[in-house]
């Protein structure tokens, strides 16, 4: 067993991880950093995993930082190496190889894993999930170029949606299956969930909802060929994607005492009940400037946010981070959709102002003349705008009319307003893109 000694360990290599050890640098240009990650590939962008799946190519086109990111930035990555446990009294980290890390600081930057059902045939070969990038090549190597195959999305979520664009793009049939009553149930209201189903049936894509697949079939040793719902229902298919979401990867704090509710829980410093340990990302149950509590928020810019939180304060500059809401940006078969903070209303106390016309949508939600949710439909280019609102917490009740109006823009805000937004750096109109556990 080797033992290597840091001042800074980051277990994870996504978008927290690479937030910290920037913020880390920021501070401190000389402390021992490490990167530790169980996958074998450089920082990417999990977002384009379906657009790798769509137009497999080079992993450069997917990278999120340079591929020499962490020699400049003078960070050990180990790469391919699971961390198995830690050891938050001794302050260590004990890796698959056989390698102890000791640290002064801690980062968990794990990310989630997918949530697998508990369905007979769940073991059979050519039966995915579609979280990594190991599963869109393991997706992709499965095709046969001589044949048009069908595949049975269980899920349709985010995940769902986003792997049934790539599959049909490579030329299969797809059939999604959703427990609920509607896709894009958790991220959508039902006007904008409706689009995109009009949108996924255009595309060919057969949507069945209400219905959950009991059993995955094989008529051969170990293949699949179809798929049994609970009511009793046979579907065809050569391929099954389990796409119904992804939990938090808690098995390193398993155990250590530190806090935990759904995710790891942390304060608005990022650091968990457990001094000197910090959390990020998907993992994290952070703060919510919407709901003002800790929930998860399971999406890109909040988890580089977040890690660069915990990075500064790793490096001995308090920083407080500021909340982030859910938050998505979607794209798929053509229409683009915005939602932030609550898409329904949950209770009368709330306002809602819709405007459609002509194929968009506009909605906000307010409570006490701030924002507390939008959903942008057709045209979201200036969602931005309206989401940033929110974030500040700004009071909208004069000018609430026209966060929906065809004609919003900077101009329709208060001077006082529109001047500071103005005065900011260069920043988008449109929200990032982000997908759930990516």
């Not at 991880?17 to 450089?42: C, F, H, N, Q, W």
């Not at 002064?104 to 059902?117: N, Q, S």
Request: hydrophobic share 40%; aromatic share 6%.
């Amino acid at each position: 067993m080797t033992v290597k000694k840091l001042e800074y360990l980051i277990i994870g290599n996504s978008a927290g991880a690479i937030g910290a050890a920037e913020a880390i640098r920021e501070a401190d240009t000389a402390g021992t950093l490490a990167i530790v990650s169980d996958e074998p590939y450089p920082a990417y962008s999990r977002p384009l995993i379906s657009d790798y799946l769509a137009h497999p190519g080079p992993i450069d086109r997917m990278l999120y930082r340079k591929p020499d990111f962490y020699e400049k930035n003078g960070a050990r990555a180990i790469l391919g190496d699971k961390a198995l446990k830690i050891n938050p009294d001794a302050r260590t980290a004990a890796l698959a190889s056989g390698l102890m890390l000791t640290w002064e600081h801690l980062l968990l930057a794990t990310g989630g894993t997918p949530i697998v059902p508990n369905t007979e045939g769940i073991d059979l070969k050519n039966v995915f999930t579609f979280n990594r990038l190991d599963d869109a090549k393991a997706i992709d190597a499965a095709f046969n170029p001589h044949r048009r195959l069908k595949a049975v999305v269980i899920g349709g979520g985010l995940i769902g949606v986003s792997v049934t664009e790539a599959l049909m793009k490579r030329g299969m049939d797809v059939v999604i299956v959703e427990m609920k009553d509607r896709i894009l149930n958790t991220i959508l209201d039902e006007e904008a969930s409706a689009m995109e189903t009009t949108a996924l049936l255009l595309a060919g894509v057969t949507i069945i909802t209400g219905h959950t697949v009991t059993r995955i079939n094989s008529n051969l040793r170990g293949e699949v060929s179809g798929v049994t719902l609970d009511d009793g229902r046979l579907i065809h298919c050569e391929m099954v994607i389990a796409a119904i979401g992804v939990r938090p990867r808690l098995d390193l704090v398993t155990g250590t005492g530190i806090k935990t509710g759904r995710g790891i829980t942390v304060d608005r410093h990022m650091e968990t009940s457990e001094k000197d340990i910090y959390a990020c990302g998907d993992v994290a149950e952070a703060f919510d400037f919407v709901t003002g509590n800790n929930r998860l928020t399971p999406i890109w810019p909040n988890a580089y946010e977040g890690g660069r939180v915990a990075g500064l304060n790793m490096a001995g500059q308090p920083t407080e981070y500021k909340g982030g809401t859910a938050m998505n940006a979607l794209k798929y078969f053509g229409v683009n959709v915005v939602s932030a903070g609550l898409v329904v209303s949950p209770d009368n106390s709330y306002e809602t102002l819709i405007n459609r016309r002509d194929g968009i949508y506009r909605k906000v939600i307010l409570k006490n003349g701030k924002l507390a949710g939008l959903i942008y439909a057709g045209d979201i280019e200036k969602s931005g705008i309206v989401y940033n609102l929110m974030k500040d917490g700004a009071d909208v009740s004069a000018f609430k009319q026209a966060l929906v109006a065809d004609d919003f823009g900077l101009a329709s805000l208060p001077e006082s307003l529109w001047r500071s937004k103005l005065a900011r750096p260069a920043a988008a109109e449109k929200p990032a893109a982000a997908v759930t556990g990516h």
